[in-house]
């Protein structure tokens, strides 16, 4: 067959470097840039027979490795609705990756075409992007050869954040149903966002002034062109660390994923007391807030706090609005124990836990009417049901108060990105619910107290003998471990400490919450320690 002779042909071009071998994780495929160009090849052809499988519906290919260094880079796939891959492909991708000569992967391709039905000469439809990386051009070349050679029909979409590319899948497949998610654009996804952002904030106080660390990559020109679509009469943002063509500067002592880690300010900034700040990572899809107070202390605003806010909110909205439905909220184990028990104790929102990663909070969102879910690491977003749009959109107001309240919550789920967590679009609302409050940062801060924590990474012989259950919170295996952790919490108060494998690196975590800072820090070492 001539799709066959050509993957055989193209891929002689992208020669898999000898001895590497690659696994599709949670974040896709994740390393050295220049290890990768094999890889964005095969996943060219993966896309392609994804999209096949699936009647011709478009596929997504996001190339970018997000808070990692600069020298890094990523490749992963987007489902249809603007999901994550759905896992069972996940295998796919890893056998492609890893077949040793070009006969041995087009004999992959063919397995996989025939084990699931699929008509290679049926239409196929990818959509990709990257972020700012110096290796992304070349990834691009790579992964168009895939797809040339899969005879599938692509479109570019340069450079975005993987949030926007999310946005774009989802619009292109909804776009001939009968409730398309917008304009599949650069531009149809800044309208859509400005449009419902001066819906939610229209007759409120302006709100705070916030400057944002683009961690110097793709979500700084992005949310400065947000920003003057929104307008200045609106909204005042300041970007900074937005030097996308300082390559060696991306994620460079700051962003997201540093300011969280190191709980401390991005190098360089000069914050002013009490006014907000947030951190974007390199692909913009995650997001933390923070201030300084009165003695320069550094307050960190992070995922479980965007939840509780963004569930407080809706959820009084709700109640005022009359309409009959469940606002819930997701977190993984690491969410702070005083956020669980504000949201259960003082708002009275159900909870769900699951393991770390993306889709299980997304998945277990999807179940509440309006589920709120952020991992505390700032990625997060909140999903209206269809049938929750649908009564809100057939809801009869029986006053103004309800009228308004029916109103904002419309326009929130069109100000929130429904597909996956979007930085630019959390600001958005963060800052829509503050104008509300007519808060800063120190009154969302005052909500509850975090409890002092520690996150401690132990390299241990074999990572894979750590089993866990209760959604990570408890270990199964190495056997006896769980019993000598549940010894050492039960001497601190309000202690909590658990330990899972990372699924990114080959170490295992261990997380530890106490009363005082002394007491959590003593807490994670000593848990850390009788894992030796
Ligand atoms: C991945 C996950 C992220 C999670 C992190 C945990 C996605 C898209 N990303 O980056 O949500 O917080 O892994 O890393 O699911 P760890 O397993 O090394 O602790
Ligand atoms: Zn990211």
Not at 101 to 120: H, M, Q, S
Request: one cysteine or more.
């Amino acid at each position: 067959r001539q799709q066959l002779s050509q993957i055989t042909k193209f891929s002689t071009l992208h020669p898999r470097p000898e001895g590497h071998k690659y696994a599709y994780g949670t974040a896709g495929f994740r390393l050295l840039g220049s290890l990768l160009d094999s890889v964005v090849f095969r996943v060219g052809l993966l896309a392609a027979l994804r999209s096949r499988k699936l009647d011709g519906e478009t596929i997504g290919v996001m190339i970018t490795a997000s808070h990692n260094p600069p020298d890094d880079n990523g490749v992963k796939l987007i489902d249809p609705q603007g999901e994550m891959l759905e896992a069972s492909w996940e295998t796919y991708a890893t056998k492609f990756a890893n077949a040793e000569t070009d006969d041995e992967l087009t004999k992959e391709y063919l397995a996989v075409a025939e084990a699931l039905k699929i008509n290679l000469d049926s239409p196929s439809n990818v959509v990709f992007a990257r972020d700012t990386r110096a290796s992304g051009p070349a990834l691009v070349a790579a992964l168009k050869d895939g797809l040339r050679a899969a005879a599938a029909d692509y479109a570019d979409y340069r450079i975005l954040t993987t949030p926007q590319l999310h946005y774009i899948v989802k619009c292109i497949n909804t776009g001939k149903s009968a409730t398309p998610y917008g304009d599949p654009s650069e531009q149809g996804y800044f309208d859509k966002l400005s449009t419902a952002f001066k819906i939610v904030t229209k007759g409120k106080p302006k709100p705070p002034i916030v400057t944002v660390d683009a961690a110097n990559g793709v979500g700084g020109p992005k949310l400065k062109e947000l920003a003057r679509c929104i307008g200045s009469d609106y909204l005042d943002i300041n970007v900074v660390k937005d030097e996308i063509d300082a390559v060696e500067r991306l994620n460079f002592q700051c962003g997201a994923d540093f300011v969280k880690t190191q709980q401390k300010l991005p190098v360089g900034l000069e914050p002013a007391p009490f006014e907000l700040y947030a951190s974007l990572d390199g692909d913009a899809d995650r997001i933390v807030f923070y201030y300084v107070d009165e003695s320069n202390k550094f307050h960190l605003l992070d995922g479980d706090k965007i939840a509780s806010l963004a569930a407080m909110f809706i959820r009084d909205l709700i109640a005022v609005s009359g309409v009959d439905l469940q606002v819930g909220v997701v977190q993984t184990a690491y969410a702070n124990g005083s956020s669980s028990k504000y949201l259960t104790d003082i708002l009275k929102v159900p909870i769900t836990v699951t393991p770390t990663g993306v889709k299980h909070l997304h998945h277990a969102a999807q179940l509440f009417d309006v589920g709120v879910y952020f991992e505390a690491n700032g990625h997060g977003t909140v999903l209206f049901s269809n049938s929750s749009m649908k009564t809100l959109e057939s809801f009869e107001a029986q006053n103004p108060g309800q009228q308004d309240a029916v109103t904002t919550l419309l326009s929130l789920a069109a100000l929130i990105n429904q597909t996956v967590g979007d930085a630019l679009s959390d600001l958005l609302l963060v800052i829509a619910i503050l104008s509300h409050k007519a808060w800063g940062p120190n009154e969302w801060d005052l909500t509850y107290t975090d409890l002092p924590n520690r996150l401690v990474r132990v390299v241990v012989k074999d990572r894979t003998a750590f089993k866990t259950e209760d959604a990570e919170r408890r270990l199964i295996e190495p056997k006896g471990l769980q019993g000598n952790i549940d010894a050492l919490v039960k001497k601190y108060k309000s202690g909590r400490s658990f330990v899972r494998a990372s699924g990114t690196e080959d170490a295992v975590r261990v997380y530890a919450e106490a009363a005082t800072r002394l007491e959590a820090d003593e807490l994670a070492v000593k848990v850390s320690d009788s894992l030796k």
